[in-house]
């Protein structure tokens, strides 16, 4: 075979590679193959020397030829691949990079944060207690006997006939108790709540609670109107007023409920229907029954307690419509407050 034989049949056989070729690397190898500095082209072309004139004459021509087809030959390939490269593949180092997600606290979780730094600077300990109570510790241990009216109060999601989902923080005033006795103590609960109630703009089956009880000696519901009057002036702003109206809860002797001035300052608006004034929490003088049923004695020491949602100051602080938005997960919601 001449070599401008050989040059041409190295020709078929470097195309009919080409054609099936499927990928940038195989390309590239592929041209380090055949047209290198030391491929297989260049090896023949390097053998021009050794033959005689006229076959030296061809064999160069077809070397030009035979190279500027490959050449061209494998641009094509390379525009080829590049044409049908998926998207992902194909990389445009212009582009802006795309920012990761970043994550945010939940504005319940925001309130709950203040709220707890409030009343960790007036000396509180967060103690923190199950959420599947039994119906001995959110019940009758806060002195509601099975058959006591007051269960209506908080219709509840049963799991079986002692277990249930806790409907207020206030089992665990019996829990802190519990662990504390005798010593006196300083606590709030913060958690989650479940009612069997249907829902509605102001109330939600799921909830968050913070309860706060506070055990020793000296302690009066002067104590816990101080403690308020505090509370509301740093979380909800200076100036603020507190009230104490009569109320009733099973557990505390005398109960009130406790309500704040609201943010239009007496001067009347859809927020506190023109009354000037929030309810915020429920609260009391510990109950006897119930300190004894904590361990201590009632005739030693005096203990408040009070329990507050927190849906609702962060619905007032933030002007949001509907208590629901909440556990719904909307990002559209949820992200203004990340
Ligand atoms: N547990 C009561 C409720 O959920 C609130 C409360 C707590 C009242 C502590 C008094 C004392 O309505």
Redesign the pocket.
């Known amino acids: 075979m001449s070599l401008s034989q050989r040059i041409y049949s190295l020709r078929e056989i470097a195309l009919r590679e080409l054609e099936s070729t499927a990928s940038d690397r195989a390309l590239e190898d592929w041209r380090v193959r055949y047209l290198a500095r030391k491929g297989e082209l260049a090896a023949v072309i390097g053998e021009l020397g050794s033959v005689p004139g006229e076959e030296k004459k061809d064999a160069g021509r077809a070397a030009n030829t035979v190279k500027a087809e490959l050449q061209a030959a494998f641009e094509e390939a390379q525009q080829r691949l590049r044409a049908t490269a998926p998207d992902e593949e194909r990389v445009d180092v212009s582009l802006p990079g795309i920012p990761p997600m970043v994550g945010g606290l939940h504005i319940t979780r925001q309130t709950l944060y203040d709220i707890e730094q409030i009343f960790a600077t007036m000396g509180f300990t967060v103690f923190e207690t199950r959420e599947v109570e039994t119906d001995e510790y959110n019940f009758q241990l806060?002195n509601l006997s099975p058959d006591h009216p007051a269960r209506d109060?908080?219709d509840t999601f049963y799991i079986s006939d002692t277990l249930l989902l806790r409907?207020?923080?206030?089992p665990g005033?019996i829990r802190a108790m519990r662990q504390y006795c005798p010593e006196p103590l300083r606590v709030i609960l913060p958690g989650k709540?479940h009612r069997y109630e249907a829902t509605s703009a102001r109330a939600e089956t799921m909830f968050y609670?913070v309860?706060?009880?506070a055990i020793g000696h000296g302690i009066t519901l002067a104590s816990l109107k101080g403690l308020f009057k505090a509370f509301a002036n740093k979380f909800f702003g200076e100036g603020r007023e507190v009230r104490f109206r009569g109320?009733y809860?099973p557990?505390?002797e005398p109960?009130?409920e406790v309500d704040i001035t609201c943010y239009c300052m007496g001067k009347g608006c859809t927020l506190c229907k023109c009354t000037g004034w929030l309810e915020i929490?429920?609260?009391?003088m510990?109950h006897p029954v119930v300190l004894e049923n904590g361990g201590y004695d009632p005739d030693d020491v005096t203990g408040f307690?009070?329990?507050?949602g927190v849906e609702r100051p962060a619905l007032n602080r933030h002007d949001i419509d509907d208590i629901r938005r909440f556990y719904s997960n909307d990002l559209r919601f949820l992200q203004q407050f990340a």
């Open positions: 806060l109060m908080q409907t207020h923080t206030s005033q709540c609670q309860e706060g009880l109320s809860f557990f505390t109960s009130v929490s429920g609260g009391g510990v307690a009070f329990g507050m």
